[in-house]
């Protein structure tokens, strides 16, 4: 399973950065958001579509030890790193892509500029410190590439297109654009020329019918002698209408099959059907209450995580399991706790509230004991995906520890993907349900 180098990205363009470039730049925070939402996988893209590139991967192989990531915001407008590669990816086209994400986002022509560079460096410093670390040398930098090509079209935010920035879907990628109608182009001339045999069958059947009934008409003059021509006439107009609507409804059957994306590349529609989850949950709201433990208020949501494990030690059904065999089937998803993407070291933005309840439930009941549990999507390397559940299992375990609840946690382990249900063709929201942390009691 390919790894999807975007979820990478997505860690250095966080909340944080998000607010810093709006005040920088003088726009809304969500305008930014939008812009930086339909650049990165414009730039990844140009980056796969110039996998086998030598000054793209060279680019990407010095911006490990460039210090981009470290200053994105001060940095990256003139880096000669990324204007060299901007040009590379996109040539004459950086122009239209600007004026489209602008346009797209509602932020100024400037400020696209200047957030071009900034998701560019983020992408080849991501890349080239993701390379650095898994010791990847061109090859494999190549390789990782060119596996990003059959995600990127579904990762355009709606309202945008490779051809909406100028970059036809034709150059990049275009090959199956083009295999795909042909074999549509084939199959249409055979269905039609199916149809014109089809009707020449009938009207051949009808000549036949009509001179057999100028025969009978000259030979038969009694009236009964009609449904000699006739019943057989009916039936033949009818399996005749009946294998025509046929033919007509397989031709446009096959027509609507190969239908457009938004990058206006070919897809299959029933391939495309068949991969999208038959329904969506709606979301629950979730509104932060007082979640009462012996006196003390915490803040949570009711049904959440600290509720019920309050309720869980409150009822005595942690007091009352015999082992472990009996609690490790329930286990608790923290609702706040998250990692920076890519990252098992950073917790985004009001993470650390959820981790001092949960100390402050382990101090409220000190005979508890608990094992922390972390799981990624279905995207990316398994192996990889295990190492960085394991080492973010850790850090909470580490985290707990630090604020002296240590000798209640038996155990942190990373799961990576083996209990995630959604497809890793999914959209990163409807995958967010599997990349999670959880906590289960344990004897």
Not at 55 to 71: E, F, H, P, Q, Y
Not at 132 to 156: H, R, V
Not at 276 to 294: G, M, Q, R, Y
Request: proline residues 2%.
């Amino acid at each position: 399973m390919s790894l999807n180098v975007i979820d990478l990205i997505k860690g250095q363009l966080g909340p944080a950065l998000v607010s810093q470039a709006a005040s920088q730049f003088g726009e809304s925070e969500s305008g930014i958001s939008k812009a930086i939402g339909g650049l990165l996988p414009a730039v990844v893209g140009g980056l796969a579509n110039n996998a086998d590139n030598p000054g793209v991967l060279d680019a990407i192989t010095k911006a490990s030890s460039s210090g981009i990531l470290g200053n994105l915001l001060g940095g990256s407008s003139s880096n000669p790193i990324i204007t060299t590669l901007l040009s590379s990816l996109f040539g004459d086209k950086v122009g239209g892509l600007v004026n489209s994400i602008a346009s797209f986002s509602g932020i100024s022509n400037n400020s696209a500029g200047s957030l071009l560079n900034l998701v560019t460096g983020a992408t080849v410093g991501t890349v080239g410190k993701y390379a650095a670390d898994n010791n990847l040398g061109a090859s494999g930098i190549s390789s990782l590439l060119n596996d990003q090509k059959g995600i990127i079209s579904s990762l355009l935010p709606a309202g945008l297109s490779l051809a909406s920035f100028g970059l036809g879907a034709e150059n990049w990628f275009g090959q199956a654009k083009e295999t795909v109608s042909s074999v549509t182009s084939t199959a249409k001339d055979n269905i039609t020329e199916g149809v014109a045999t089809a009707r020449e069958n009938v009207s051949e059947g009808a000549r036949k019918i009509r001179e057999q009934f100028e025969n009978n008409n000259n030979n038969n003059q009694s009236g009964g002698s009609i449904w000699k021509w006739l019943l057989p006439l009916l039936l033949l107009i009818a399996a005749g209408y009946f294998l025509w609507k046929q033919c007509e409804k397989k031709q446009t059957t096959t027509t609507m099959t190969s239908t457009s994306d938004s990058t206006g590349t070919s897809v299959d529609t029933a391939s495309a059907t068949t991969s999208t989850p038959a329904t969506t949950a709606t979301p629950v709201a979730k509104t932060d209450e007082n979640i009462d433990l012996n006196g003390v208020m915490l803040k949570g949501y009711k049904g959440g995580m600290e509720d019920q494990m309050i309720g869980f030690l409150k009822s005595g059904g942690y007091k009352n399991a015999a082992d472990d065999a009996a609690l490790k089937d329930k286990w608790y998803d923290f609702d706040h706790v998250n990692f920076k993407m890519g990252s098992s070291t950073e917790l985004e933005t009001g993470s650390q509230g959820q981790l001092d309840n949960l100390v402050a439930i382990l101090k409220a009941f000190p005979d508890a004991k608990i094992k922390i549990g972390g799981y990624t999507d279905k995207t990316g390397n398994e192996a990889s995906n295990v190492k960085l559940s394991q080492a973010r299992a850790d850090h909470i375990k580490a985290a707990l520890t630090k604020a002296g609840v240590g000798a209640q946690v038996l155990g942190a382990e990373g799961y990576g993907s083996k209990f995630a249900t959604v497809d890793a063709k999914a959209s990163d929201a409807e995958r967010a349900a599997d990349r999670k942390m959880s906590v289960r009691f344990s004897k």
